[in-house]
């Protein structure tokens, strides 16, 4: 591996089904930089259990989550890929940085509003969830953070923490940064004015392992408007064709709806077709990997290995500046 390229960190929690709003915000662009950048794909096992969760389900939910990382493009010769709670640095460096945090800044973090509204007294883990972040990509020394456009607030307060520590501590950390230009927001099927997510139940999302006809059911029955017009779910199923479709199927459908010569029924059928064709070479993948799951140990066993070299160097560079060593 090159170790002059630029590192590249991004992570997904363990939560359940990898959403195609996920795999196209935040998966397929990582798979699309890995020969630019040094690569670093985490399983983000602590910040899922920030929220209610069931522990006999979240071995099968982190390996679900390495094998859709393998199936949907990572490779593993280019890449490192590995499980956050593998790497105990990660928590050391949480906590340095919570000793230069403001409190008020955590507090302004939607996440962390919208998690107050629904649990009246939300937990510190939640109030905290930004600062494991910032320490997940300072860790590596990582520049280029792909991320839905959900991750913009957090990003910010990485780099403001990664500045205000080269400001006291001395320069130690590059600034990261988003580097998807127009992060992608994919819209609930059910509900285009909300984003597509896991927690607004399986109607809202197309799962990556879902099967042909629920895929069509979903597309087919997903919220528009009566008549042709550009509604928030019209615009969704827009952008999903943009990603899926080639370009000049996407460019005639977007003629026929500006000369108002499309049907819903003929755009959600075409975007079908394309979206069942997406996502089965991932599912052939997946499938084979899972009879392999002895590759998948040796793989995050080296990952880890790789990352915890790294983590270490940076930790030792951090207390020493903090005066601790
Ligand atoms: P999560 O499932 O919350 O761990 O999200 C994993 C990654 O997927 C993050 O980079 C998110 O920004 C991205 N993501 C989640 N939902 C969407 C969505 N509906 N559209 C685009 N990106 C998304
Ligand atoms: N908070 C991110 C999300 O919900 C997941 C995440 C954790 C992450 N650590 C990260 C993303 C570091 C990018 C970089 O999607």
């Known amino acids: 591996m090159n170790n002059k390229k630029q590192r590249l960190f991004t992570g997904i929690q363990p939560t359940g089904s990898l959403h195609i709003g996920n795999y196209l915000g935040a998966i397929l662009p990582a798979v699309n930089r890995q020969d630019e950048y040094d690569s670093f794909l985490c399983v983000v096992d602590l910040h899922s259990i ?25 490779d593993p ?20 940085l919570n000793t230069i945090t403001p409190v008020g800044e955590l507090q302004r973090m939607i996440q962390y509003k919208e998690f107050k509204e629904r649990f009246k007294e ?24 792909p991320v839905g456009d959900d991750q913009t607030q957090h990003i910010e307060l990485m780099r403001d923490l990664a500045k205000k520590f ?11 940064k988003n580097t998807i230009q127009n992060p992608l927001r994919i819209m609930s099927m059910h509900d285009p004015d ?3 997510s896991k927690s607004l139940g399986p109607k809202s999302y197309i799962a990556i392992s879902d099967n042909p006809d629920t895929i069509r059911k979903k597309i087919m029955s997903a919220v528009t408007g009566t008549d042709i017009a550009m509604t928030a779910g019209t615009k969704n199923l827009f952008t999903l064709l943009e990603q899926v479709a080639p370009k000049d199927t996407y460019n005639h459908m977007y003629e026929k709806f500006e000369n108002k010569d499309l049907q819903y029924s003929e755009l959600k059928a ?7 064709e997406f996502v089965k070479p991932i599912q ?7 009879n392999n799951l002895d590759y998948i140990a040796s793989i995050l066993a080296e990952g ?22």
Request: aromatic share 8%.
């Open 50 to 74: 920030t929220k209610p969760y069931e522990p006999k389900d979240l071995r099968d939910q982190i390996k679900g989550v390495v094998l859709d990382y393998i199936a949907g493009g990572i």
């Open 166 to 176: 080269n400001r006291m501590f001395g320069d130690t950390f590059p600034i990261p």
């Open 304 to 325: 880890s290995e790789r990352a915890r070299k790294i983590a270490s160097e940076t930790i030792e560079e951090v207390k020493q500046k903090m005066g601790l060593m």
């Open 284 to 290: 052939e993948k997946r499938a084979e990997l899972e």
């Open 194 to 196: 909300k984003k597509m």
């Open 270 to 276: 075409v975007l079908a077709d394309y979206m069942v």
């Open 77 to 96: 010769d280019k890449s490192t890929l590995f499980i956050q709670s593998h790497v105990p640095q990660h928590c050391e460096l949480m906590w340095l």
């Open 122 to 145: 939300p937990q510190g883990g939640i109030l905290n969830y930004p600062i494991l972040m910032a320490a997940d990509v300072l860790l590596y020394k990582g520049e280029a953070v």
